[in-house]
Each structure stands twice: as C-alpha cells, then as structure tokens.
T-cell receptor, first 112, second 107 residues
C-alpha cells in the first residue's frame, strides 16, 4: 500500500458533463501520474506531474486537464465527458526520480 | 507504433510448471524495465524491475534482460494458481506499458 487513494471509486455520468477525479497521496512523493486502462490498449499515460503546479502531457491527453495545487493531491478533469472516455482510471506515484511506480485502487468511470 | 510489445496470450500452464512471459521494446535508450502483475478488477502491482543485462532473481520470479536484442522476459517457477493474472511490461520512456499477457495456472 503506497498510501494512495482515489475518489470516487465508481462514477456514472452523462455525455457533456464535467467530471473531476481525485488522487491523494500521504507520503509527499514528487511524481504523480494519471493513466486510463481499456481492453486491448493496456495502460496509457494521460498526464503526469513532477511537482506542485508542474504538469505535462502524456500519450492520450486530449480531452483531459490536470491540476496540482498541493503535493498530496493530483486532480484529473474531463471538461465535457464523452462516451470514449468510459474507462478505468488509475493514479500512480513514483518513488525516486522516475523509478518504480505504485498505483492507486482505480476509478471506474462510465459516460452514458 | 507501440514501443512495448507483449504476447497477448492467453497463456496456460499447469501448476508447478515454469511460466515464461516475453516483452520486446523499440527504444534502444531504455535503461530500466518493470514487470507488473494485475489481478482482475484490481490495480497493477510491481513485482520486479531490472536495469542490467542478464538475470535478476526474486523468489520464484526471474527477470531476464537482453539489451542487444531489446528483449526482456519474466519467468515464474513452480507456478501456482494464485499466479493467475495479467502481467504487464513497462519502460520509463514515456511510461509505456505493454498490453499485457494473461496467465492462467491450472490446478
């Protein structure tokens, strides 16, 4: 257990509505990540953060934004949810400078 | 082109056998490699990482790295039904994951 929590754990929302997912860590790790996991695609990086207010895009960042105003919290926002964003979302932290990652429990998001 | 390729499987082995999982990668600059295990409905958990050519052993798990061939593998000795899961290979370059290999260990 790397002290990572995600909220909500499950969410159903309608197309066009904004959605924010929260990742919270208790150990002041510098690096935090957001992934989505879909059948046939494995884990794909959406955005990552290397410090407070320091974020960068990953492989599949279109339609997503992130914010990190405190070390312990990394928020993922879908400004206007689409059905293609139905997925399982995982947050991760990295121990050390970009080395091994540890994952949160995940959020299952369904966009109807 | 995906940077990390894995045999999607599924792979089935009998209990007590050696399970061999393979991963190839395209970025010759990759220096480290990670293996994760993911049970159905759960999050990935780190089981091994390897940086140097050759073998690294941890209990029943052995990771093998061949940088010249851009190939990394995971061997699970004395496979148990509890090893049944999807195994993911990852490289830190862009934090790219393979699609995973589903392993089933038959009692």
């Amino acid at each position: 257990d790397a002290g990572i929590t995600q909220s909500p754990r499950h969410k159903v929302t309608e197309t066009g509505t904004p959605v924010t997912l929260r990742c919270h860590q208790t150990e002041n790790h510098r690096y935090m990540y957001w992934y989505r996991q879909d059948p046939g695609h494995g884990l794909r990086l959406i955005h990552y953060s290397y410090g407070v207010k320091d974020t960068d895009k990953g492989e599949v960042s279109d339609g997503y934004s992130v914010s990190r105003s405190k070390t312990e919290d990394f928020l993922l926002t879908l400004e206007s949810a689409t059905s293609s964003q139905t997925s399982v979302y995982f947050c991760a932290i990295s121990v050390g400078e970009g080395y091994e990652q540890y994952f949160g429990p995940g959020t299952r998001l369904t966009v109807t | 082109q995906k940077e990390v390729e894995q045999n999607s499987g599924p792979l089935s082995v009998p209990e007590g056998a050696i399970a061999s999982l393979n991963c190839t990668y395209s970025d010759r600059g990759s220096q480290s490699f990670f293996w994760y295990r993911q049970y159905s409905g759960k999050s990935p958990e780190l089981i091994m990482f390897i940086y140097s050519n050759g073998d690294k052993e941890d209990g029943r798990f052995t990771a093998q790295l061949n940088k010249a061939s851009q190939y990394v593998s995971l061997l699970i000795r004395d496979s148990q039904p509890s090893d049944s899961a999807t195994y993911l290979c990852a490289v830190p370059s862009g934090w790219t994951f393979g699609s995973g290999t589903q392993l089933t260990v038959l009692p």
